[in-house]
C-alpha cells in the first residue's frame, strides 16, 4: 500500500473528523447496574458492576459480545482503516532477530521473517554451520496463539528447554527438545508461571518454579499463592518431581533458581510480589543432601546475581548504592561488613550487569539513554562499548570462557539491529540489521526536560516529521508507563512510524516510577507518591500544549498495563486536557486488583487496599471508583483480552460500562475485547496488526490530520 493513499484516505476522513467521532448510532449495550455498595473503613463504596466480575458468566460473555459489536461497528466503518492497515503490514514486512547466545557447539537465536504470527527459534553449528529451525511455534496452532514463552539450553548444548503460553495466558507448559535431532522428548510440566528453567550441571535435568492445578474454570482468575520450586529429572513424569523448596509460611513468595556456571551451588532468589528487593539462599551442589544456608535475608535491598568465582559471589545491588553498585560476597565471610565494592555507584542509574570471559559488562542509563562500560573484575574500567546514538542496549550475555558476546541496539528512528562484540579487543561488528521501507532523514527525534507539578524535572522524547511547525495543531500522542521500576527507554516501532508519516507527533515521558535515575525515582512514584506518577504525565501534555506541538483537541493519551492505570487515572482527573484516550489492559479498580490471578504482587507498588490508609490514598485516584456523572470525557477506546490472566479484563469492563454511563458529552466511549489473547506478551503479529489499525483509525477520527499530509 503506498503511503499517498493512506495519506488521501485519512486526510479524506479528516474533513470529518470531528462531526463523525460521536457516540455510536446505536447507543452502548445496557449494562446492569446494581445497588451494590459495602462499607470499607468506614467508607461507603458502590461498584455497580461487580457482577462483571465473574468473567464466565451468561450476562458478561453476552455484554462482552455486544460491545465488541458496537466497537468493530464503529471501528470498521471509518474510511482510511483498511488503507492504515494495509500500510502498516507493509512497514511490519522486515526480518526480526533476537539476541543469539551460545549453547555447547551452538548458536541460537530468534527470528521472524516479517509477517509470521511467532518468531521462529534456529540453530547453527559452530563456527561456520548453516543456520536451520529448532522450533516453529506458528506450527502449533492454527490461529498464531501458542507462543514461545523461555527457553533454557542445558550447559553442553544437547536440550534445550522451552516454554509454551496459549492465548495470552501466562501459563507456562515446559517442554524438550533435543538441538540434533530436533525432536521432542516426551517430558512435559504444566502449571509453570513466571519461572525460567535452570539446567544441573550433569545436564539430567532442570529446576522451575510451579504451583498446585487450579480448580476446574479458575485458571484464568483464581489468585496465585504458594509457589514451589521443583526439580525434573528428564525421562521421568512431573509427579515424580522433588519438591526443592517452599515456605508455607509465605504464601506470597517466588522463587527463581539459578546454578553456577561452576556447577558447585544452587541459588535460590526468593522474591515478594513486584517489588525489586529480594532474598537469596544457596545449597552446595557438592555435598548432597546439604541444607540451605541463608545469604542475604532482609529483604532490605535489590540484589541481582551476576555471576561467581568459586565461594565469591558478584551481585548487582542498590544497598548503599540508590544508583547500585556491584560488589563481592564471599560466602566464607558473608557478612555486609566483608562484601567487596567493585564497581561503585555511579551518577548513572545501573540497569543490568554480566559477566562474559574475565570482563564485566554493566549497562547504565542516563537520562534513559543506554551507556555500556566494560570492567575487569577487579573493578578497573576497561573501556565505554559506544553505542551509535541516543538508543537502548541489551544483551552481553555468555559464559567465562566465550571469547564473544552479542547486544542489540535500537532507537525511534532506528530498527533493533544486532551486534557481536569481540570481548579481548572490545571492537563490535553488525551481526544483523533490517532493513525497513522508510527513509529515517526525514524524521528527527530529541530529548527535552519538562518541570512537573513540584519542580521535578522530567525527561520527555520527542519524534517526528522534519519541518513540524509548532502552532499548536500536530496531532499527538503522549505515552507513558510510570511504576514498578521500568524504565521507557527507546525503541522502535512500526505502528508509531506510522503515526509519525501522517504528521502526528509521538511523544514518550519518562515519569517517575520506573528506574531512569535509580531507586529515588521508582520510590517517588509508588505507594503514598502515586500521585507523583500521574502530575508527571499530566505536565508532560501541559508541556506540549505551552510549547505549541499540539493543543487539547489534537493530543491523546496511551498507556499500557500499569500504563493503562496511568491513562484511566489521568483520564478522569483532568478530562478537560486530553482529545483522546488509549488506556491499554489497564488497572482500574485499584480497591480489588490483589483480589485476581497474580494481582497482589502489585502491593509493593500499589500498597494494600485492605489497609486502612492505603485504602483510603488508593481510592483518591482509583480510575473506576472516580469517574463522575456529568463529566464529557474525551473520545476513548479501552483495550483489553479475554485471556488476559495478568490484569484480568473485568478492570477494562466496570472501567468501560461505568464511563459510558457517565458520559454527559457525545464522544465516543469504547471497549475492543481481543479473544483468545492476554496480556499482550506473544500476541501473534495479525492481531498486533489488527489492534494498531483500529486505534490508529480511531485516532485519526477523532483527532484529525493535519494538512501537509503528502507533501
Known amino acids: 500500500m503506498d503511503l499517498g493513499l493512506v495519506v488521501a484516505a485519512v486526510a479524506a476522513l479528516s474533513l470529518s473528523a470531528v462531526a463523525g467521532s ?32 465473574d468473567m464466565n458468566s451468561d450476562e458478561t460473555v453476552a455484554w462482552e459480545k455486544a460491545e465488541n459489536t458496537v466497537t468493530y461497528d464503529y471501528l470498521g466503518t471509518i474510511p482510511g482503516r483498511q488503507a492504515i492497515l494495509d500500510h502498516l503490514t507493509k512497514l511490519w514486512n522486515f526480518e526480526k532477530y533476537g539476541i543469539p547466545y551460545r549453547s555447547g557447539k551452538h548458536l541460537i537465536f530468534d527470528k521472524n521473517e516479517g509477517l509470521q504470527n511467532q518468531a521462529v527459534t534456529y540453530v547453527q553449528d559452530l563456527p561456520s554451520g548453516a543456520p536451520r529451525v529448532l522450533l516453529d511455534p506458528n506450527t502449533l496452532s492454527k490461529d498464531g496463539t501458542v507462543a514461545l514463552n523461555g527457553t533454557a539450553p542445558s550447559w553442553n548444548g544437547k536440550y534445550l528447554a522451552y516454554g509454551l503460553a496459549s492465548a495470552g495466558s501466562d501459563w507456562q507448559e515446559w517442554h524438550v527438545r533435543d538441538i540434533d535431532t530436533g525432536l521432542d522428548l516426551p517430558d512435559v510440566i504444566h502449571w509453570s508461571k513466571f519461572s525460567g528453567a535452570a539446567w544441573s550441571h550433569d545436564n539430567a535435568g532442570f529446576y522451575y518454579s510451579a504451583y498446585d492445578p487450579p480448580k476446574p474454570g479458575e485458571a484464568l482468575e483464581a489468585t496465585n499463592y504458594y509457589q514451589k520450586l521443583y526439580y525434573h529429572k528428564l525421562g521421568t513424569p512431573q509427579s515424580q518431581d522433588p519438591l526443592i523448596y517452599e515456605r508455607k509460611d509465605h504464601k506470597e513468595w517466588l522463587f527463581g533458581a539459578v546454578v553456577t556456571e561452576d556447577g558447585h551451588y544452587l541459588l535460590i532468589q526468593v522474591s515478594s510480589g513486584t517489588s525489586p528487593n529480594s532474598m ?8 548432597p543432601g546439604s541444607a540451605f544456608v541463608d545469604l542475604l535475608t532482609k529483604f532490605d535491598a535489590a540484589y541481582d546475581y551476576v555471576a561467581n568465582d568459586g565461594p565469591v559471589l558478584y551481585f548487582s545491588t542498590d544497598n548503599g548504592a540508590p544508583t547500585k553498585r556491584v560488589v563481592a560476597i564471599d560466602l566464607r565471610h ?28 554493566a549497562s547504565y542509563l542516563k537520562d534513559a539513554v543506554s551507556h555500556i562500560y566494560e570492567f575487569d573484575l577487579k573493578g578497573d574500567q576497561i573501556r565505554e562499548i559506544t553505542m551509535p546514538g541516543l538508543g537502548t542496549a541489551n544483551g552481553f550475555g555468555g559464559m567465562r570462557s566465550d571469547h564473544e558476546t552479542y547486544f542489540s541496539y535500537v532507537s525511534y528512528l532506528e530498527p533493533l539491529t544486532i551486534f557481536k562484540l569481540d570481548v579481548k579487543s572490545g571492537h563490535s561488528d553488525v551481526f544483523k540489521r533490517p532493513t525497513v521501507d522508510f527513509d529515517p532523514s526525514q524524521f528527527e527525534s530529541h530529548e527535552v526536560f519538562y518541570p512537573s507539578k513540584d519542580g521535578t524535572m522530567i525527561p520527555l522524547f520527542l ?63 509508588r505507594l503514598f507518591h502515586k500521585q507523583n506518577v500521574f502530575d508527571d504525565f499530566i505536565a508532560a501534555g501541559e508541556y506540549l500544549i505551552a510549547k505549541d506541538y ?48 497474580i494481582g497482589w504482587a502489585w502491593e509493593s507498588d500499589y500498597g494494600n487496599p485492605e489497609k486502612e490508609a492505603d485504602f483510603k490514598y488508593l481510592l483518591t485516584y482509583s480510575p473506576y471508583y472516580n469517574i463522575k456523572d456529568g463529566v464529557k470525557y474525551p473520545p476513548t477506546l479501552i483495550t483489553t483480552g479475554d485471556h488476559d490472566d495478568r490484569v484480568v479484563p473485568a478492570h477494562s469492563f466496570k472501567f468501560a460500562a461505568a464511563l459510558q454511563h457517565a458520559q454527559a458529552g457525545d464522544a465516543p466511549i469504547l471497549i475492543r475485547i481481543e479473544t483468545s489473547a492476554g496480556h499482550g506478551a506473544g500476541k501473534p503479529t495479525t492481531k498486533q496488526l489488527a489492534e494498531a489499525a483500529d486505534w490508529l483509525a480511531f485516532l485519526v477520527k477523532t483527532l484529525g490530520v493535519p494538512e501537509p499530509l503528502g507533501s
Open 22 to 53: 460521536k457516540t455510536p448510532p446505536g447507543g452502548y449495550p445496557v449494562a446492569r447496574r446494581s445497588d451494590f455498595q459495602e462499607t470499607i473503613f468506614g467508607v461507603t463504596v458502590k461498584d455497580p458492576y461487580r457482577w462483571m466480575e
Open 280 to 287: 537469596w539462599i544457596y545449597r552446595d551442589l557438592h555435598k
Open 334 to 361: 558473608p557478612e555486609p561488613a566483608d562484601w567487596k565494592t567493585i564497581v561503585p555507584t555511579r551518577p548513572e542509574a545501573l540497569q543490568s550487569v554480566t559477566v562474559v570471559g574475565d570482563s564485566l559488562y
Open 463 to 525: 519524534t517526528y516529521k522534519k519541518g513540524l511547525k509548532l502552532d499548536g495543531s500536530n496531532p499527538t500522542l503522549l505515552y507513558g508507563y510510570g511504576g514498578f521500576d521500568i524504565p521507557m527507554t527507546p525503541l522502535f516501532s512500526v505502528t508509531r512510524l506510522t503515526w509519525m508519516q501522517m504528521g502526528g507527533v509521538m511523544a514518550v515521558a519518562c515519569i517517575r516510577g520506573g528506574s531512569e535515575y535509580g531507586k529515588a525515582w521508582h520510590d517517588g512514584g
Open 550 to 597: 499540539t493543543s487539547t483537541p489534537k493530543l491523546a493519551i496511551q498507556g499500557g498495563s500499569n500504563g493503562g492505570l496511568l491513562v484511566g487515572a489521568c483520564l478522569t482527573q483532568r478530562p478537560d486536557l486530553w482529545g483522546a484516550a488509549l488506556p491499554q489492559v489497564g488497572v482500574m479498580d485499584m480497591l480489588r486488583f490483589n483480589k485476581f490471578t
